[in-house]
């Protein structure tokens, strides 16, 4: 170790920038220099995407980010909070760890039947969402969404997982009935699942839901229950579908639709 630290500061920053941003954290606990080349726009440059379609449609557009100091004060602002992009359709957020885009589809960027008339699902504001609209089901016997997010947007070399991110508010129809939801790759992987919505239901005897996968509070209060996951090689332009349905006939209502998620595994 003292003959790495006896290299020039250049070198040092040369050498960190081929790791990862939790690497660069920890070298920077080794010494002045080691600090000063973990914290240099050399190292965070290579951390941060290296698309300039990213650049210029995500950090162009939010002045903060535009007049970030440096590099890594640009990362860590990418990664704490996510930007909301495609006129509300979308966000995008940086994977703390390991810099990975994650992306959440908004409610209004998916397919949802039935969710034209007012009488089956309200389009509502809820100040605890990131998007200006989330999706709430009134009442139907159809249950159907569906969303897609091509693989050129996300990382290359990456494995990721998709989460269908709710809420329930005095819901009705889920306590018994499975939902099934499946993730698509076109041309490749496909998997599918049956899986409880109802957070509610662990203690009570529905023999239909027992065993199933059910939803997990996330950190902004939301549920989200994993759809399936994907390796996404970066070298085809493929879609990626994902889809929630339930059509037994049985009416269902009070649930709220944030979003698909797409994030890092």
Same mark, same amino acid.
């Given at each position: 170790?003292?003959?790495?630290?006896?290299?020039?500061?250049?070198?040092?920053?040369?050498?960190?920038?081929?790791?990862?941003?939790? $690497?660069?954290?920890?070298?920077?606990?080794?010494?002045?220099?080691?600090?000063?080349?973990?914290?240099?726009?050399?190292?965070?440059?290579?951390?941060?995407?290296?698309?300039?379609?990213?650049?210029?449609?995500?950090?162009?557009?939010?002045?903060?980010?535009?007049?970030?100091?440096?590099?890594?004060?640009?990362?860590?602002?990418?990664?704490?909070?996510?930007?909301?992009? $495609?006129?509300?359709?979308?966000?995008?957020?940086?994977?703390?760890?390991?810099?990975?885009?994650?992306?959440?589809?908004?409610?209004?960027?998916?397919?949802?039947?039935?969710?034209?008339?007012?009488?089956?699902? $309200?389009?509502?504001?809820?100040?605890?969402?990131?998007?200006?609209?989330?999706?709430?089901?009134?009442?139907?016997?159809?249950?159907?969404?569906?969303?897609?997010?091509?693989?050129?947007?996300?990382?290359?070399?990456?494995?990721?997982?998709?989460?269908?991110?709710?809420?329930?508010?005095?819901?009705?129809?889920?306590?018994?009935?499975?939902?099934?939801?499946?993730?698509?790759?076109?041309?490749?992987?496909?998997?599918?699942?049956?899986?409880?919505?109802?957070?509610?239901?662990?203690?009570?005897?529905?023999?239909?839901?027992?065993?199933?996968?059910?939803?997990?509070?996330?950190? $902004?209060?939301?549920?989200?229950?994993?759809?399936?996951?994907?390796?996404?090689?970066?070298?085809?332009?493929?879609?990626?579908?994902?889809?929630?349905?339930?059509?037994?006939?049985?009416?269902?209502?009070?649930?709220?639709?944030?979003?698909?998620?797409?994030?890092?595994?």
């Amino acid at each position: 170790m003292t003959e790495i630290q006896e290299l020039p500061e250049g070198c040092i920053a040369a050498i960190l920038s081929r790791t990862t941003p939790v $690497d660069a954290g920890r070298f920077s606990l080794i010494s002045k220099t080691f600090r000063s080349a973990a914290d240099s726009d050399a190292v965070w440059s290579q951390f941060l995407p290296s698309d300039p379609n990213f650049t210029a449609s995500v950090v162009s557009q939010s002045p903060s980010l535009a007049n970030a100091p440096t590099k890594k004060a640009l990362y860590l602002a990418l990664s704490d909070h996510p930007i909301i992009i $495609d006129n509300g359709h979308k966000s995008v957020q940086l994977d703390r760890k390991s810099g990975k885009f994650r992306y959440m589809l908004a409610a209004r960027s998916l397919t949802i039947i039935w969710s034209d008339h007012d009488q089956y699902w $309200d389009w509502i504001e809820l100040p605890d969402s990131r998007f200006p609209e989330v999706a709430e089901l009134l009442d139907v016997c159809w249950f159907d969404i569906h969303g897609t997010i091509n693989t050129i947007a996300l990382s290359p070399n990456t494995e990721y997982v998709t989460y269908l991110v709710f809420k329930m508010v005095d819901a009705h129809g889920f306590q018994n009935r499975p939902i099934e939801l499946s993730v698509f790759v076109e041309g490749g992987h496909s998997s599918t699942k049956n899986v409880c919505l109802d957070p509610d239901v662990e203690g009570r005897y529905h023999n239909r839901v027992v065993g199933l996968q059910c939803p997990n509070v996330r950190s $902004d209060g939301w549920l989200e229950i994993e759809m399936g996951e994907f390796f996404n090689s970066g070298i085809e332009n493929e879609e990626v579908q994902m889809k929630v349905l339930e059509t037994g006939g049985n009416w269902k209502r009070g649930l709220f639709v944030e979003g698909i998620e797409v994030r890092p595994k």
